[in-house]
DNA sequence: TCTGAAACCTCTTCCAT
DNA sequence: ATGGAAGAGGTTTCAGA
């Protein structure tokens, strides 16, 4: 990939907002003709710009109308604790995002649940059942203000 | 929409996955017809279960490379006060995520940012020039060990 | 609810610019 | 690198069973 002009950008932009939409519907957004944003977009999946097409669903019509953000600090942080906590939280489907941070933490995980019961199930009896964790601190999630993944271009 | 069967629940985890699946793609996965499911895909929008469908981007490669969880204690918890920091939110940029929390603290924000130097002017010059902020306190990410968009059906 | 077929749209390549 | 054209292939939509 040579670089990322403006029209890219555009691209870009349109679909974070639209996976759906066809190189012809793009051309006519960005102001371009549908063979040069077909181009344009297997090169910017082939440079690894563009990821995957998902679809995005209601988590409270699923039954899963609980985030809460759990803070975790490990025993040890060598090396084998971390490797094993990480992909512990890989095989977890409740937890949807795992960061390792900085500051009094080690991970911050981002875990959706069905509600407080079902929380306390999954974090005691799932999560903290782990050999390695020292200690947790849940953070409730009351109202979603803002929640997007389309990152500014 | 009158209930979520085990078709819809293979639909929505294969769409999660993978937002670009044709009708016949999804029908060989979930094994049924492509009529079928797009009847069932249609459905499934019309009852606001399905949302939308958005591609997902590398931030790193878009000069986006950090991750800060951001927690804000409001100087008032009125109502006037919080309508006015959630509008200001919804308008930056830099501000992919904000919750309203449980705790100690009162919002926490997932912000984006180029590198530590632009996080400080996004957080100094940008949010927390905002009147009704009292304090905040940053979690930086070194890292994203696991970060996706689906959850479990 | 499914099958089948028609109409339509999209992907993909090629070529001239 | 771009835009137009065009064939192949896939998708939507609507009959009829």
């Given at each position: ?64 109308g609980l985030d809460v953000f759990c803070q975790i600090r ?80």
């Open positions: 990939m040579t670089q990322i002009d403006s029209i890219d950008r555009k691209i870009i932009a349109e679909l974070q907002q639209d996976g759906g939409l066809s190189s012809q519907e793009l051309a006519d957004r960005v102001g371009s003709s549908a063979a040069s944003c077909w181009r344009r977009v297997k090169a910017l999946e082939q440079a690894g710009i563009l990821k995957q097409t998902v679809r995005l669903v209601d988590p409270a019509r699923l039954g899963r490990l025993k040890s942080q060598s090396r084998t604790q971390r490797a094993a906590f990480e992909a512990f939280i890989e095989a977890q489907e409740n937890v949807v995002e795992c960061y390792s941070i900085s500051g009094d933490w080690d991970y911050l995980l981002h875990v959706v649940a069905e509600d407080v019961a079902d929380y306390e199930r999954v974090l005691m009896h799932g999560i903290l059942d782990h050999e390695v964790i020292a200690s947790s601190s849940s953070i409730f999630v009351l109202r979603r203000v803002k929640h997007q993944t389309a990152i500014p271009v």
